[in-house]
């Protein structure tokens, strides 16, 4: 049985090697365990929203403070409360 995560993490990702036009991407993470969980094609409140659209069991949401972070992540845990990542303070 996999325990419910509590705490998740996204922040910008930057596909490698990196080059003009490349869009970013955003990756998703327990904090807990520091596992990355999945990898979203962008950085994008849509997709991240849809991401499964609803975790009961995330309390926290540790994000990057981009634009695009804040309403995506109240769609996809609007249960859980907002901190800005240890690396956005």
Not at 17 to 28: D, I, M, N, S, T
Not at 32 to 53: C, Y
Not at 54 to 72: K, N, W, Y
Request: charged letters at 25%; hydrophobic letters at 40%; proline letters at 13%.
């Amino acid at each position: 049985m996999v325990p419910a995560r509590r705490v998740g993490g996204v922040d910008e990702y930057a596909p490698r090697p990196p080059h003009k036009g490349r869009p970013y991407e955003a990756v998703l993470v327990d904090v807990e365990t520091r596992r990355k969980t999945d990898l979203l094609s962008d950085r994008e409140s849509p997709s991240l929203a849809a991401w499964p659209a609803r975790l009961p069991g995330i309390e926290v949401v540790c994000r990057d403070p981009a634009p695009f972070f804040p309403e995506g992540a109240i769609a996809w845990a609007p249960q859980a409360v907002q901190v800005a990542g240890r690396w956005h303070l």
